[in-house]
Every structure is written in structure tokens, then in C-alpha cells.
């Protein structure tokens, strides 16, 4: 059984940065795809941004160019890096894996909070 634990949520002040980790656990397997996702207070769970086991991003418009998603070395872990932080951001980040056969795993969540 695989799992997934975000880390690096917390509360910033708007313009701040924050990363964000995801660690798989248990039966690691290889992932297709590994990604960050958040939902918001009263808002559906929307796709923050992505990355493939090849190398390729796919990226949210409203956190184009502020957000940064990176896969560890292990390829096992994923990283969201998040700068110029608005109060809009403020979400529960989930990290998001599929592996080879398509089948999505979840984290449980991790608060980010952008308030001054």
C-alpha cells in the first residue's frame, strides 16, 4: 500500500514562499505522474501543477510563473516551490500520484495559509 505525506504548509504573509513536500511510503511503485492539487474554502479541488515521469510540467494559469513543481532524485518524492504567495492561494494542498496503470493516490492534505 502506498502513501503519501505532504510536509511545509503553515502560515505566510502575502509576497512569502513556501515549499511544499510529498514523500511516497510503503509499496513504492513508479509513478506516471506525481502533482500537487488544493481546494479551497467553498471550491472544488483543482490541479495546482504536475509533473511526468519524463520530465514534463503542466502548470495551473494562476500560479504560472510563482510556482515551481520538481521530482526528488528517488523519483519517489515531488516538491512544489511557491513564491509571490497571495491571499488567494490560501488552500488544503493534496498531493496527487498515479502510477503506471493509472490508479491515483492521495495525500491527506497539508494547510497553507497567506494572510498578514
Known amino acids: 500500500q502506498v502513501q503519501l505525506v505532504e510536509s511545509g504548509g503553515g502560515l505566510v504573509q502575502p509576497g512569502g514562499s513556501l515549499t511544499l513536500s510529498c514523500v511516497a511510503s510503503g509499496s513504492i511503485v513508479s509513478f506516471y505522474e506525481m502533482g500537487w492539487y488544493r481546494q479551497a474554502p467553498g471550491k472544488e479541488r483543482e490541479l495546482v501543477a504536475s509533473v511526468f515521469s519524463r520530465g514534463g510540467t503542466n502548470y495551473a494559469d494562476s500560479v504560472k510563473g510563482r510556482f515551481t513543481i520538481s521530482r526528488g532524485n528517488t523519483k519517489n518524492t515531488v516538491y512544489l516551490q511557491m513564491n509571490s504567495l497571495k491571499p488567494e492561494d490560501t488552500a488544503v494542498f493534496y498531493c496527487?500520484?498515479?502510477?503506471?496503470?493509472?490508479?491515483?493516490?492521495w495525500g491527506k492534505g497539508t494547510l497553507v495559509t497567506v494572510s498578514s
Open positions: 496527487h500520484a498515479k502510477d503506471n496503470t493509472y490508479f491515483n493516490y
